[in-house]
């Protein structure tokens, strides 16, 4: 047996603070060699912090990172464990983007990533150059390239983060030329339900590659992109550990290398494919002999015991109901978002909330409250303040809402009515029309807008985050106010479907039982800017909004395309109605796109949202008449 005990560690960096991001992951590596960890594996650029997007093409910004990996090997020179840690680096013309090799107080070497994303919320072709197969050069008296690394335990293969999702990607030479456990440093955002695809990815390509595979993802929230961490360690294609998600620490576990060497040597069609790799020119990936680095203690390792000690049973089913997986994940991601930039940004002490006594004022501020809890748990409403500012639209339900789950969070809550100012700011409108009416929009505009004024206001005078409420679905149609209820410093739920949005209060009124929550559940949904206001009978149904945002956004669907789609999803509905809502739909959504550009930094928690700087990009000034038929 050829016993190895793997660490997983996520550290929860913050962009450009070199000393606090290597300091924690000293942390991490103590612990982790005191616990028998063979190799420890970090995440992705876990000195620089993730993204640092455009910092990258600051030459001070690259070159303070690799003073900061000396240090983490000098200070761990004395551990007999072997560490693969995320840097970058600027070699001759580029900065690369690496997995560095560090053992017994030296850096052996380093893996440039050779996939560099330029979808969905990544930009790094903008600033890295790419590794590249037989890249063989040295950085500062270090090896740097396309190579493996021999250790007194086993061959390994570092990678970085993308290098992993293509089936051309390095794994595979690399695991013809010899490597045994291919280790990936990630920074994998998170998205709704994307952790099983993580999950069955890893264990296909430790299967198709007959290999371990010990994958580290980051951990925490940066700016508006929020890690999960949750790393694999997978061997041949079984699931041996999965590390915690959302939380900052690590997770370890041994593995037989021995094992998957015989694994490989057992699958004939692996061996087939790399002798026609072999034949066909395939160039091997040079081995770095790094056995006189470090003396790995592994005499103490113990053969991992399965489950119930026995190799023919499964183990305890863990997995949660997927309702509860579902909420409990996303709303632990919202709240690491809020927490982190709330902490993170050091320019605030209190978190604001305007309360409407609605849905998605509601929801915001359970999230912040859900981060409340953790980091004052002896005082979680001591974090916050609530605010509920009633015009003459207002009604006593929403209210009496607002103030009874202020008051069962242990919230402060305060009225401060701005019927008065409305009043004022009206006349003041019909002053500067002549002539002109104020028109009903405009009354419901200058309500949200003499809001968010407050809450600036407030915001201002004492530190205060101040939390913008609205959710996708209405800010795709433009059904919110540029200045008033569109304004914050931080969209919490502006990346949330309204379907989700009541999806996720109902699953945490019947966790909580809180009576706030069913009080506003029992009012139809409206923003109470006008007499008897429903957003459904100005919009239109909330399922039908949600999927024609789906089709048209993310699916990219025509109209027509959209009225076939939806014709089968609700054949309920009276085709000429759908055919309206459609027609409805992409007018305001086009209407809208430059409402989105002066939207506040949005939390990003799936593959589509309106952040423009994210996954949506669409140009503000754009005609219509390429979606006609015909």
């Keep these: 047996m050829r016993l190895v005990k793997i660490g997983l560690a996520s550290v929860n960096t913050t962009v450009g603070a070199f000393t606090r991001n290597t300091d924690r992951a000293l942390a991490q590596a103590r612990k982790m060699a005191a616990d028998g960890v063979t190799l420890a594996v970090f995440q992705e650029q876990l000195i620089a912090g993730y993204p640092a997007e455009d910092m990258v093409q600051w030459q001070g910004f690259i070159d303070r990172q690799w003073p900061e990996l000396e240090r983490f090997a000098r200070e761990t020179a004395s ?65 740097l390239g396309d190579y493996l690394f021999q250790f007194d335990f086993g061959v390994v293969a570092p990678e970085v983060c993308e290098d992993i999702w293509s089936a051309e990607g390095p794994m595979r030479r690399r695991t013809y030329s010899g490597a045994e456990l291919v280790v990936n440093l990630s920074a994998s955002p998170y998205r709704l339900g994307f952790v099983e695809t993580r999950r069955e990815l890893i264990a296909t390509r430790a299967a198709d590659h007959q290999c371990t595979i010990a994958y580290c993802n980051a951990v925490g929230s940066n700016d508006g992109l929020i890690f999960d961490g949750g790393g694999f360690l997978n061997q041949n294609g079984r699931h041996v550990m999965e590390t915690p998600r959302f939380q900052e620490g690590y997770a370890a576990a041994v593995v037989d290398l021995d094992r998957t060497l015989r694994l490989r040597g057992e699958a004939t069609t692996w061996r087939v494919d790399r002798e026609s790799w072999v034949a066909n020119g395939g160039r091997h990936v040079p081995v770095l002999d790094c056995t006189g680095a470090v003396r790995t203690r592994r005499e103490s390792l113990a053969y991992p015991v399965p489950a119930h000690r026995s190799f023919f049973l499964p183990g305890p089913d863990q997995r949660r109901p997927s309702r509860e997986a579902l909420c409990e994940d996303l709303l632990d991601a919202l709240a690491l978002g809020v927490g982190d930039y709330f902490e993170k940004t050091r320019a605030f002490k209190v978190i604001g909330i305007a309360l409407s006594g609605g849905r998605d004022s509601l929801l915001t501020l359970l999230i912040a409250h859900r981060y409340a809890k953790r980091a004052r748990p002896e005082d979680p409403g001591s974090l916050l303040r609530a605010f509920y500012m009633p015009s003459r639209y207002s009604s006593d339900a929403t209210s009496d809402a607002a103030e009874t789950i202020a008051r069962e969070l242990g919230v402060p809550f305060q009225i401060v009515s701005i019927d008065e100012a409305f009043e004022r700011e009206r006349a003041i409108a019909q002053k500067m029309l002549g002539d002109k009416p104020v028109t009903p929009i405009t009354e419901q505009n200058i309500q949200a807008r003499l809001r968010a004024q407050r809450m600036w206001n407030w915001s201002n005078s004492c530190g205060g985050l101040f939390l913008q409420t609205g959710n996708m679905s209405e800010k795709s149609v433009g059904y919110t106010t540029i200045g008033g209820d569109l304004m914050g410093a931080l969209a919490v739920i502006a990346n949330v479907p309204k379907t989700v949005v009541m999806y996720l209060l109902d699953y945490l009124q019947e966790k909580t039982g809180y009576e706030g929550i069913r009080k506003v559940l029992a009012k139809p949904a409206g923003p109470e800017l006008a007499h008897n206001q429903v957003g459904e009978e100005e919009l239109m149904p909330f399922p039908v909004l949600d999927a024609c945002f789906y089709l048209h956004a993310g699916e990219k669907l025509t109209p027509a395309e959209m009225l076939q789609a939806l014709t089968a999803m609700f054949p309920e509905v009276e085709a000429p109605r759908l055919s309206g809502y459609v027609e409805k739909f992409v007018r305001l959504f086009q209407q809208s796109i430059y409402k989105w550009v002066q939207s506040p930094l949005s939390l990003h928690i799936g593959n589509l949202d309106l952040d423009r700087e994210r996954a949506l990009q669409l140009p503000v000034v754009t005609g219509t008449e390429w979606m006609r038929e015909g």
Excluded: D, W
């Design 79 to 143: 551990l007999p464990t072997v560490f693969i840690v995320g840097v970058g680096i600027a070699h001759q013309s580029l900065r690369l983007n690496c997995a560095a090799v560090v053992a017994g107080g030296r850096i052996l070497g380093l893996v440039p990533k050779e996939k560099l994303p330029t979808y969905s919320v990544f930009y790094e072709a903008r600033t890295f150059g790419r590794g590249h197969p037989g890249m063989a050069e040295v950085h500062r008296g270090v090896p």
